[in-house]
């Protein structure tokens, strides 16, 4: 059975910096793209970032590249991802997806075959 729990959310003024945590349990990392997604209150959900284990292969949609750096422990079956300089616009649900294949295009619009879903962790950026 495919688990996918994060952590790491929290209360964070504007220029501050977190890390989201995602243990994952059930399928072998070399196998599946893991992403961050999120969805703020009354908007889609969109996708953040992914990383493919096996290839090291990242992607990002533009509103946090050069801000968020996603990353893998496959010791620990943990993908993370960093956060700095975090706006009140990135305040959202953020939820850790494994897929066989996705997809995160510029506009934050994704693409995720065979997904699986984490519960969410709240992120929450004051201005």
């Known amino acids: 059975e495919v688990q996918l729990v994060e952590s790491g959310g929290g209360l964070v003024q504007a220029g501050g910096s977190l890390r989201l945590s995602c243990a994952a349990s059930?399928?072998?990392?070399?196998?599946?793209?893991i992403g961050w997604f999120r969805q703020a209150p009354g908007k889609e959900r969109e996708g953040v970032s992914c990383?493919?284990?096996?290839?090291?292969?990242?992607k990002y949609a533009d509103s946090v590249k050069g801000r968020f750096t996603i990353s893998s422990d496959n010791a620990k079956n943990t993908v993370y991802l960093q956060m700095n300089s975090l706006k009140p616009e990135d305040t959202a649900v953020y939820y850790c997806?494994?897929?066989?294949?996705?997809?995160?295009?510029?506009?934050?619009?994704?693409?995720?075959?065979?997904?699986?879903w984490g519960q969410g962790t709240q992120v929450t950026v004051s201005s």
């Open positions: 990383i493919s284990s096996s290839e090291g292969n990242t």
């Open positions: 997806a494994v897929g066989r294949s996705i997809d995160i295009y510029y506009s934050g619009s994704y693409y995720i075959l065979d997904g699986y």
């Open positions: 059930g399928f072998s990392f070399d196998d599946y793209v």
